[in-house]
């Protein structure tokens, strides 16, 4: 009768694909040559992109821009686990997820160029504008999720989030309903360490951000973040998971924000640089190509080409983005409703 | 033809709308097995299971998200807040996303949702249970904002809400649940949003008013030739309405239990004095609550537009 | 390197006192037989206030009321854990907090009957006005609590919020919070099964509200809520711990709420008979009573005392509250601000 | 005496206050090592210690209902919400709590606290970034709402707001923090919360502004014989200087960036036309942004109101 103990918990970490581009064979997901290739080539081109993002900020062509550098991996590694009916709900530092996702690139550079017109999301893609009031995703997910078992349609909902998201409400409200009503969510946290300039420790006291889900009566599991095959493994076991009804699971991408928060930072202001040389190491399209060439896969031609092809695609989006007339100012009259009220009528027309 | 209190004519508008679509789907706090703590929602569970009518967690900011997320995926989700006190954590995905959702989509999610709560003051209810703050979401540009009047413009406005491709705040005044029956017919009717509704036709002065004070207005103005204007929707405002009448009377009372400073009242002035001022033969008053703290049960009715501060509103503009 | 478990988490369970009146005697918290006495008279005292605040409702006397019957030992056990110093934050229904910790029994009956002149805190009485607003009472013990900690007060600040309120986000942030800066405050929560309609299992799909403690860093602990000797000596451990530095705790009293969720609710729309008459038998009071007689601190006679002698403070309470003149209308005025605005003195003067 | 624009100014004013008072803590996200995104915190974590300039968790409810507690402990807690855009999670615990805690503690208890946050388009930034929602705050008795429009004024605007027993929303238009520098005195000075400044004097028309459009304002005015007032407090507006001035012109024009309906443009209309309108020789003109969902940058110069659309809307009133 006296002090019992009632229930426990453990809380796992995946790994799978270490720096030096060692793996644990029991672990490594099945991908065909093919898929390794694609994984790899996608994991470039995202960098690529990314890249040219913030040279373009830099000459002034787009506005504010988070750089998505060191989280490939995660990125990659999780929308590849999806399906193209699958649901996507983004946080604002997804470049990846959307470009995996099939996002035309030259959309995300017209959308970082100031212009709405970039996040027309395409009929038959089932992905979210970009979400920038941090957190405020989740919910959306976990109602997404619900129309979809409501509906009975065998789909997952992938939302994605930082560490600091876990802070918000919205998090909490969120992950507690997916658990109560048992719903194919997949939260994907990528835990990058800090929070603009607030450090991992200083966002919360856990020693885990995965064990947040057993506050919620499911499962969270910490995986290695820049490790893409364990990424893959872990979403697409969480996936199935979703679909076959077994409810909620998160996942906590344990990576790092390589760049400063955003074009707009100074990262150096608050963030030691040994914590980031160290992190560098850990570079996770490094340790996929050591892996790849292991394989066979991988050579000096083969990164050129690679290389070459993404670049040409990189060139091809940002010519494609800045050939597009500037937007009718009458534009902004347009999708505030369905239809123009009186006064958005009169306002138009004396416009 | 059934003769109902608004409560239930609000709970025929669910019903039938649900029989009518399969897409619509009722979440909130006690809405299921309860039936709603005013008892809108009964019945609901027992006909379309939990899968349609949800009990959900205490958590107004998940209720709203989620609804923005069932809105997207292609449901009509019909969200009760328990009372619109409770409303300010919803806040955020309201205002955030389920106004902007079609914006910053262009066009390819919607946040087509209802917001159903309780408002208003008048049944001496519990601290923050007779909010009426209906003001800051008429501000919200993408958000709709009606106000019933009566149990049959109760049924039209809540099926026109529910089809209406926008997010609508429908705000349902406590003090009118069950204090007026009304036949209702049998085939079915909506009511436009976006419009306005003259409850009295009338000459000397335009007195414009929604929910329960519409009420007090219509009994204030015996015995004078005034036009009774019931808003309806609040956001967007009918306009041209409100203008027609302003310039024929040329004299303008708006009537809001919300307190004054910013309140829709103010609004509504500004647009008459910014589009019918030549046509005014006095100023503009406004009868509304105070600019304090609403008040617990023991001084609402001090709080409160009263018959006689309605009609001494309307005497001052008739001096002119 | 694989699958590895990186942390574990084992969720207690404090029993004392049980049904029959047997205690743990390894566990009994060493109280004089004054203090136990005290503890029982609050426990009566309290259920008779309760008793009479629906009485008075049903006659129209006062408003909506919620009772909290079946509470006793959560409310009384936890608040005689706290010094008079400590801060308290209370939810609407912790009627029997506010009388243990010296609220005037006739303000509250003032308060009840929609009278905010109730709910004036009495100078050296570091409680707060009760919260409706769900939840949303625990941020603010979490600042008083940082208050507390930059002032270097050794207070403690306990906090009350049920079930239904750990699913807000209010909940998440505040805990969250005080695990990050390690505040001296309990949270206590109420889990009396139900939310009004909702039952504790569609509130949250955790098996204890306990464990929830461990996604913010810090321990949670489910008592007995029944058990007035549990509950106290949970509660005074943590506003130990607080206070000598040792940070946050949960502690969930497992009690349940015999009567409607408030007057104008109607309990038996959706709660099973038979679950109400189970818990009916848990009564906190008579298992406490049963111990008090093994240890020859009770008897009828002194039952018969105490319930005269609560029963006369009540009368006295609701004497004094009705003998109290309505307030003047202009009063709605006085607090709004600290001073008139020239807006509110116009409003005033024409009023 | 020191020339600085409204960053540094502001800076100081938190330096000063935090040196004069320990009981005034700031707290948010990023403004302690990083001294806030857009610096007005700079160097106050290395002189005053992580207890008092603290940077918190990502919960912008938490954070206000944590100022809450503060303020209730007795401490002046300095909140900083990163962007107004950000600030409608904490909406639910200004308006439920640090608005009523006066009230409902019958003074026992104050929400003396200040939010301060960036607000305003016109720099170009993304979404959520630009907001200008200040009339929803100046909708809830309890809340005073204050916007500066120089340094000089940000100084002794915030002063007072963190030495006011009453919650203060300090809104800080970013689109001024650099544009402008001034001199500051070198002794402390405040400026009283709840007053106006004539900003200009004029006799034709009275055009009033505040934060960054009274620039524009000011600029529109150029060759008419204008007054233009810089309102300063939002809420609790100075009604007193409004009428006088509307009294003497006859004619008003209100400028500000937030949509046209239900901003406080309608309220300081409806008080004119309410207290005012024998005196007006032309209809209350707004000028104002677009009641549409805020542009992105490529469109912000088109939906924010124009010196062009100013001087249009003075030329209207004056065609009167
Ligand atoms: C609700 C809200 N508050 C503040 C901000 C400003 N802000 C943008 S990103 C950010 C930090 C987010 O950290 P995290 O969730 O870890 O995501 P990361 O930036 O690391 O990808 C902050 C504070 C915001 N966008 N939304
Ligand atoms: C934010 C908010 N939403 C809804 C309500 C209406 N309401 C009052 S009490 C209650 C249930 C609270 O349940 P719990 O937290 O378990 O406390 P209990 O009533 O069981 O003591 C609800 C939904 C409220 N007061 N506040
Ligand atoms: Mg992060
Ligand atoms: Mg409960």
Chains 1, 3 share one sequence.
Not at chain 2, 4 to 11: D, P, T
Not at chain 2, 33 to 60: H, N, Q, S, Y
Request: overall charge neutral.
């Amino acid at each position: 009768m006296p002090e019992s103990v009632i229930e426990s918990f453990h809380v796992k970490r995946l790994d799978i694909l270490d720096e030096h581009g060692k793996v644990d064979e029991s672990l490594v997901p099945t991908l065909s040559d093919d898929e390794l290739k694609k994984m790899y080539e996608l994991l470039v081109l995202s960098r690529i992109f990314d890249q040219r993002a913030l040279n373009l900020q830099r000459e002034g062509r787009i506005g504010t821009f988070p750089s998505m550098m060191g989280q490939e991996a995660s990125q990659i590694g999780s929308a590849l686990a999806a399906e193209k009916s699958d649901w996507i709900f983004p946080s604002f530092r997804e470049s990846g997820v959307y470009i995996t996702m099939g996002f035309p690139m030259h959309s995300l550079v017209q959308y970082w160029s100031g212009d709405e017109r970039g996040m027309k999301i395409p009929e038959g893609l089932n992905i979210f504008p970009l979400c920038i009031p941090v957190g405020t995703q989740i919910p959306h997910a976990v109602g997404a999720a619900m129309a979809a078992k409501y509906r009975k349609d065998r789909v997952a909902v992938l939302v994605y989030f930082g560490d600091g998201g876990t802070s918000r409400g919205d998090f909490h409200e969120g992950l507690n309903m997916a658990g109560v009503f048992k719903l194919p969510v997949v939260f994907l946290c990528q835990n990058n360490q800090w929070a603009i300039s607030v450090p991992r420790e200083q966002q919360t006291a856990s020693r885990t951000i995965a064990q947040k889900a057993y506050a919620y009566g499911f499962d969270g599991i910490q995986v290695d973040g820049n490790d893409v095959l364990a990424v893959f493994k872990a979403t697409k076991d969480a996936v199935r998971k979703a679909k076959d009804g077994g409810g909620p699971t998160l996942i906590e991408c344990f990576t790092y924000r390589i760049a400063d928060h955003t074009t707009s930072d100074d990262a150096s202001r608050y963030r030691p640089k040994e914590e980031l040389e160290m992190w560098k190491a850990k570079d996770p399209l490094l340790r996929m190509r050591l892996f790849m060439k292991k394989k066979n896969l991988w050579s000096e031609a083969y990164q050129k080409e690679v290389e070459a092809r993404s670049t040409a695609a990189v060139d091809e989006a940002g010519k494609k983005a800045e050939a597009i007339a500037p937007p009718d100012p009458k534009d902004m009259f347009t999708y505030t409703y369905a239809s123009l009220t009186q006064r958005l009528t009169r306002e138009l027309r004396d416009f | 033809m059934a003769t109902v209190n608004m409560v239930q004519a609000l709970n025929l508008a669910l019903r039938e709308e649900m029989d009518r679509d399969k897409d619509v789907v009722v979440l909130g706090e006690d809405v299921g097995k309860d039936g709603g703590v005013f008892r809108v929602t009964d019945g609901l569970f027992a006909r379309f299971g939990p899968e349609r009518v949800i009990d959900t967690p205490l958590a107004e900011t998940g209720i709203v998200g989620a609804a923005v997320g069932m809105a997207a995926y292609g449901l009509k989700p019909v969200v009760e807040i328990q009372f619109m006190g409770f409303i300010y954590a919803a806040i955020d995905q309201l205002f955030s996303h389920a106004a902007r959702i079609r914006a910053r989509s262009r066009g390819r999610f919607t946040g087509s949702l209802v917001i159903r709560t309780p408002y208003g003051s008048g049944i001496k209810a519990l601290e923050h249970h007779s909010e009426s703050t209906e003001a800051l979401f008429c501000q919200m540009p993408g958000v709709k904002v009606v106000v019933p009047s009566s149990p049959r413009i109760a049924k039209g406005l809540l099926l026109s809400a529910i089809r209406d491709p926008d997010p609508v705040l429908f705000l349902e005044p406590t003090r009118l649940y069950r204090l007026i029956k009304e036949d209702l017919p049998d085939a079915e009717y909506t009511i436009p949003l976006g419009k306005a509704r003259i409850a009295r036709e009338g000459k000397d002065v335009t007195v414009i008013a929604w929910g329960s004070m519409l009420h007090r207005t219509l009994q204030a103005v015996e015995g004078f030739d005034a036009e009774v204007i019931d808003l309806m929707t609040l956001n967007p405002f009918d306009e041209e309405a409100v203008l027609q009448s302003a310039k024929k009377t040329g004299r303008v009372v708006v009537v809001h239990e919300a307190p004054a400073t910013c309140g829709l009242g103010a609004e509504i002035s500004a647009t008459i004095a910014e589009h019918a001022m030549l046509h005014l033969k006095a100023p503009i008053v406004r009868v509304t609550g105070y600019d304090v703290v609403l008040p617990l049960p023991k001084l609402e009715d001090y709080y409160l537009p009263s018959i006689e501060k309605i009609r001494k509103g309307i005497e001052t503009v008739l001096k002119y």
